[in-house]
Nanobody, 120 residues
Framework: QVQLVESGGGLVQPGGSLRLSCAAS????????MVWYRQAPGKQRELVAGITRSGNTNYADSVKGRFTISRDNAKNTLYLQMNSLKPEDTAVYYCNADISTGGVRRRNYWGQGTQVTVSS
């Protein structure tokens, strides 16, 4: 059984910063691509940033230059450093990962989400 658990969300003022973490646990052999998504009330879930196992990254245009995605493969942990936060960044942030528990098969897993609220 594999679990993804996000942490680090909360209430922050505009212009502030937060660091999200996503810890993967269970019978993990290899973690491949890891991705942060977010979903604001009344909106579809959208990709925020992604990172490959080797460290290649991609970002949504709306967060480029403000957010930084990173990972620690030894700790099976994904991070999202969010700076210069705006009210429109308010959403539930979800961790997503492709994980192998052995062999060549991969499965896609989701975390339960962590709330980020940007408000004065």
């Amino acid at each position: 059984q594999v679990q993804l658990v996000e942490s680090g969300g909360g209430l922050v003022q505009p212009g502030g910063s937060l660091r999200l973490s996503c810890a993967a646990s269970g019978s993990i052999a290899v973690i491949y691509d890891m991705v942060w998504y977010r979903q604001a009330p009344g909106k579809q879930r959208e990709l925020v940033a992604g990172i490959t196992r080797s460290g290649n990254t991609n970002y949504a245009d709306s967060v480029k230059g403000r957010f930084t995605i990173s990972r620690d493969n030894a700790k099976n942990t994904l991070y999202l450093q969010m700076n210069s936060l705006k009210p429109e960044d308010t959403a539930v942030y979800y961790c997503n990962a492709d994980i192998s528990t052995g062999g060549v098969r991969r499965r896609n897993y989701w975390g339960q989400g962590t709330q980020v609220t940007v408000s004065s």
